[in-house]
């Protein structure tokens, strides 16, 4: 079991995901009430596109571990990459309850706020991410979405500017400020917005 666990996380790693599944699967059937190998099954599948597959092992997970906000960490994204909101934030309210220390937990919980036009809860979510995490550059761009539906232009174009800032090869935070300039009709600014994202 641990020889097929070790493959399967070498080849998590060279991204061949449907041996590590195939890896994993069988170190399951060996040791089935293993926690974390759910959870690295549910990632290789995750990775490869199958997001009912990754759901069912994260809940798994959930079932042998409760008290471990990872799983409903991941879980969480997987619903928030589906577009199922509600069922996204319950996750992301128990992954930020059992790990109010991840700011993992609190950026995505921001997206789905923001995804739910939610914007002050949004606003909340990613000034503690940027708190825990002050160099993750999502985090800026998200909330200076938020700031900019709430017609917040000034600290929409501060948060993206500090995105770019911290990755200059961030080319939504380019494009998204140059939507806030158009707004403001500083169309010279927003053309060379435009034409950074475009290049990259």
Not at 18 to 42: C, E, F, H, N, W
């Amino acid at each position: 079991g641990d020889a097929l666990e070790g493959r399967g996380d070498a080849l998590m790693c060279m991204k061949d995901y449907a041996r590590a599944v195939d890896d994993y699967s069988q170190a399951i059937l060996l040791t089935p009430r293993r926690a974390d190998l759910y959870m690295k099954r549910g990632t290789a599948y995750a990775q490869s596109g199958n997001a009912a597959k990754a759901i069912e092992d994260f809940s798994e997970m959930i079932q042998l571990r409760p008290r471990d906000g990872a799983a409903y960490l991941a879980r969480g994204g997987i619903y928030l990459a589906q577009a199922q909101y509600q069922e996204a934030l319950q996750d992301l309210d128990n992954a930020v309850q059992l790990s109010p220390g991840s700011a993992d937990a609190f950026d995505r919980r921001g997206f789905a706020h923001l995804y739910r036009q939610d914007y002050d809860a949004a606003v909340h979510d990613f000034d503690r991410t940027i708190q825990l995490a002050p160099k993750r550059a999502d985090a800026f761009a998200g909330r200076g979405s938020a700031y900019m539906r709430e017609n917040d232009y000034a600290n929409a174009i501060e948060d993206y500017s500090r995105a770019i800032r911290l990755d200059p090869a961030f080319a939504t935070a380019y494009e998204r400020r140059a939507n806030v300039y158009s707004q403001k009709g500083d169309y010279e600014r927003a053309i060379q917005d435009y034409s950074q994202a475009i290049r990259l």
